[in-house]
């Protein structure tokens, strides 16, 4: 508990010192130009910097014509296997897919029909939760964030487990499967016990049934009755296969690879990653999307006046709307400047789901700011590549719709892709190499010390 004198030393010191550290931290814009620094490790035209190699995933935002690369409507590839193709895969046989896309990312192949149901029983196994776990790590000392709630959690496991900082390749992966298993409670029973304690709700927790699929338990889990249709299930399941894995350069699997790269046990590089996701940047922008949203709701007056609307996203860029930070969440994308097929497939189904939950005019609102912020970013600023919705821009929707609590859009995301961080930290640890430590130059002036007394 801080004193008094601490609370008096801190209020004198801190806005003087935070701007001493904020000037002592500027880099000239000029500096990066001339050195010709890659900064985000992408070059001018957003294309990534090759770090690292891997048989994972893949991202492709362009085509090759005439020799020269231009953009193309985006592909995502799991193992080899087009996205598109997977997901038509599993859902013509009318069945849920994310546990299939774990089997595939891990080993690298899909499952038959034995090994499918055998890894799903292994999952089923692993996701219940011991109740020592449960009353003293998650509901004695709730957090008020789920993704740290939820760093937690992965941290505490490191207790639990006999050989915690192994990194052989059979021990990592019990570990990992562990993890992508009890993440689901993780998630679920932090939001519970935040729910009940932070704000006063009933607390329900209930037990995963064996017999479900990991979308199904979320459902199950989280509702106070465990009621849901098959429509629901199915749009989660297809939502947890989207978000799986996105390659080896995406801010957190890349940085599961520096930190698997440290020789670091699992559960600290998993922390590290949710850490990462966690961001607006990243995989927080879902919820940002819904509160950009709800913010334009309620400031624009006609939404099928598409000049109303405009006028709205101009003042977004222009940082005089919302969080005045100068974007319009869920448009654009590192990689993707057509179409990110994740957006496409998902569409589909929000439209579906839209319409049996009566918000067809929400939909069609979302719909309208997709097509008008690519023109509105581009008339406002010099962009080097095209500009399109992203995976985010309809995902917390279709949250929202699901009555799914915002507080746990982020961690449905990490709850999907820790089956990506798992796959690609056993990757790293396989082609163990050199810890990764990239450059950076220094533009410091020199000085010289001065003793204490003369300064």
């Known amino acids: 508990m801080q004193t008094d004198r601490v609370i008096a030393l801190e209020n004198e010191m801190i806005p003087r010192l935070s701007e001493m550290a904020a000037e002592s931290s500027i880099v000239d814009p000029e500096l990066f130009i001339r050195y010709d620094v890659k900064r985000g490790l992408r070059d001018i035209n957003g294309k990534g910097v090759l770090v690292g190699l891997t048989r994972i995933g893949d991202v492709i935002g362009s085509i090759m014509v005439d020799g020269v690369s231009v953009p193309g409507a985006g ?20 069945r849920a897919g994310f546990e299939e896309t774990c089997y595939l990312l891990l080993f690298g192949k899909l499952p038959g029909q034995a090994e499918l149901a055998a890894f799903s029983d292994l999952l089923s196994g692993y996701r219940r939760l011991s109740e020592d776990f449960i ?12 993704m740290n709630g939820l760093q937690r959690s992965i941290l505490t496991m490191y207790n639990y487990d006999d050989d915690a900082d192994g990194v052989s390749v059979d021990n990592v992966l019990k570990q990992c499967l562990k993890l992508i298993a009890s993440i689901t409670p993780f998630a679920v029973y932090g939001f519970q016990a935040l729910s009940h304690y932070h704000h006063s709700k009933s607390l329900y ?9 990991t979308a199904e338990n979320i459902l199950h889990m989280l509702r106070p009755d465990s009621k849901y249709d098959k429509l629901e299930a199915e749009l989660l399941d297809l939502a947890l296969v989207l978000h799986a894995e996105h390659g080896g350069g995406n801010n957190s699997t890349f940085l599961t690879h520096v930190i698997t790269s440290s020789g670091t046990d699992t559960y600290s590089a998993m922390a590290s990653a949710i850490g990462s996701l966690k961001g607006p940047k990243h995989g927080g922008a879902n919820l940002k999307v819904v509160q950009m949203m709800d913010d334009l709701k309620a400031n624009v007056q006609d939404w099928k006046d598409d000049s109303e609307i405009e006028r709205y996203l101009n003042r977004l860029l222009k940082k005089e709307a919302f969080d005045a930070s100068g974007l319009i969440y869920g448009m654009g994308h590192a990689v993707y400047s057509v179409s990110d097929p ?17 918000l067809e005019d929400e939909f069609e609102l979302y719909s309208k700011v997709e097509f008008l912020a690519p023109e509105v970013i581009s008339n406002s600023r010099k962009i080097y590549k095209g500009v399109c919705a992203n995976v985010d821009f309809y995902s917390g929707f279709v949250y929202k719709m699901l009555e799914i609590p915002p507080e746990l859009f982020t961690p449905i995301f990490a709850i999907s892709r820790i089956a990506g961080w798992s796959a690609h930290r056993i990757e790293e640890i396989v082609n163990m190499g050199k810890i990764i430590r990239p450059a950076y130059k220094s533009v410091s002036e020199m ?6 007394r003369d300064r």
């Open 75 to 94: 592909q995502l590839f799991y193992r080899g296997i087009e996205i598109n193709d997977l997901v038509a895969g599993f859902l013509s046989e009318g």
């Open 135 to 146: 009353r003293d790590v998650i509901l004695k000392t709730p957090g008020k964030d789920m």
């Open 205 to 213: 927790i209930h037990a995963p049934k064996p017999e479900l699929n």
């Open 342 to 358: 994740r957006a496409l497939i998902f569409k589909g189904y929000v439209a579906e789901l839209a319409k049996v939950k009566g």
């Open 447 to 452: 000085q010289d010390y001065i003793p204490l």
